[in-house]
């Protein structure tokens, strides 16, 4: 790190996330969103598992998975990790 260079306890707390992503809605910051195929999808939940946000639940009585957009900032990892492509990112 070089001297004009801040160290953590130094930036601003507006500029250092400290809160979990699903402690305050930041779904309006996207412009794609995942669209989930419940028919191609065979619930491995890869999804799930690397989702940054946690907007992605799994539903057990449904067998399903359910994207919550309200957290959802539409970065596609999902659709990139799930093997079977169904999820596919869709132009909001």
Do not use: H
């Not at 601003?12 to 402690?23: D, K, M, N, Q, R």
């Not at 009585?61 to 492509?85: L, P, S, T």
Request: glycine share 6%.
């Amino acid at each position: 790190m070089t001297s004009k260079e801040k160290g953590w306890k130094e930036i601003s707390i507006a500029g250092v996330c400290w809160l979990p992503s699903t402690e305050y809605i930041t779904g309006d910051w996207r412009t794609f969103k995942p669209v989930v195929d419940q028919d191609n999808c065979n619930n491995c939940l890869m999804c799930f598992i690397y989702c940054p946000d946690g907007s992605i639940t799994w539903k057990p009585e449904e067998e399903k998975i359910e994207v919550d957009y309200n957290y959802c900032k539409g970065c596609g990892i999902c659709a990139n990790e799930c093997q079977r492509k169904a999820i596919r990112m869709v132009l909001e």
